[in-house]
């Protein structure tokens, strides 16, 4: 149980474009789901805090209008990259938690590559 | 953000050895979380913690919540190479959901 996938997994897009990153929980509902980006050999830094029909909450420094996050229902959370720039090559990872447990299950990752 | 001190940064062990890393914060967490990441995917939860002084294990894993509530470990029990991999503490507030994460342990696990 605690499923949760991303799709997809790897994109490689062009400078300007967007990018649509998906995050499902799949045996579980999700009145949470949070947005993580890594950088190679270092941790997890928290992006912003999506809750099903509300705005989401944005971590300082993360630009809201770049990093538009759309929660739609109990199992799906998106994240667009909007006009993308190579610095915003990383690895975004979802994750989400069940009801109201302290536990989070993490997707497998995305790996985006801005070209 | 705030992260949790976290050590060793790495450990380079032997296979059947047995493994211990930490996590101390400064402030006190609810919850403890413990982690652990292979390459190119996700976390994967591996022991969750959410008593002071709570002793948990999972097959070859224990961790504990420290008694002060401001730190946690993991024990890893002859280990075996498919151990290998980045393992992350993870904390929670009282009053937050966001989970605070520390730095990592790089483990490697040499057969």
């Known amino acids: 149980g605690a499923v949760v996938s991303q799709h997809p997994s790897w994109v490689i897009c062009k400078s300007g474009t967007s990018v649509k990153i998906e995050c499902r929980s799949l045996d579980f509902q999700a009145t949470t789901m949070f947005w993580y980006r890594q950088f190679p050999k270092q941790s997890l830094m928290l992006m912003a805090t999506s809750n099903e029909g509300s705005k989401a909450t944005y971590e300082q420094g993360v630009e809201k209008d770049k990093f538009l996050i759309n929660h739609a229902s109990l199992t799906l959370s998106t994240l667009t990259v909007t006009s993308a720039h190579p610095e915003d090559s990383s690895f975004y990872i979802c994750?989400?938690?069940?009801?109201?447990?302290?536990?989070?299950?993490f997707g497998p990752g995305t790996r985006l590559t801005v070209t | 953000g705030q992260q949790l001190n976290q050590s060793p940064q790495s450990m380079f062990i032997q296979e059947g050895e047995d493994v211990s890393m930490n996590c101390t914060s400064s402030?006190?967490?609810?919850?403890w979380l413990w982690y652990k990441q292979d390459p190119g995917e996700g976390p994967v939860l591996l022991i969750a913690l959410y008593k002071a002084g709570e002793l948990t294990s999972n097959g070859r894993l224990t961790a504990q919540f420290g008694i002060t509530r401001k730190d946690s470990f993991l024990n890893i029990s002859a280990s075996i190479p498919s151990d290998v991999g980045i393992y992350f503490c993870?904390?929670?507030?009282?009053?937050?959901?966001?989970?605070?994460f520390g730095k990592g342990t790089k483990l490697t696990v040499n057969p």
């Open positions: 994750s989400a938690r069940p009801g109201e447990s302290d536990e989070q299950y």
């Open positions: 993870a904390g929670r507030r009282a009053g937050s959901e966001k989970l605070v």
């Open positions: 402030s006190i967490f609810n919850t």
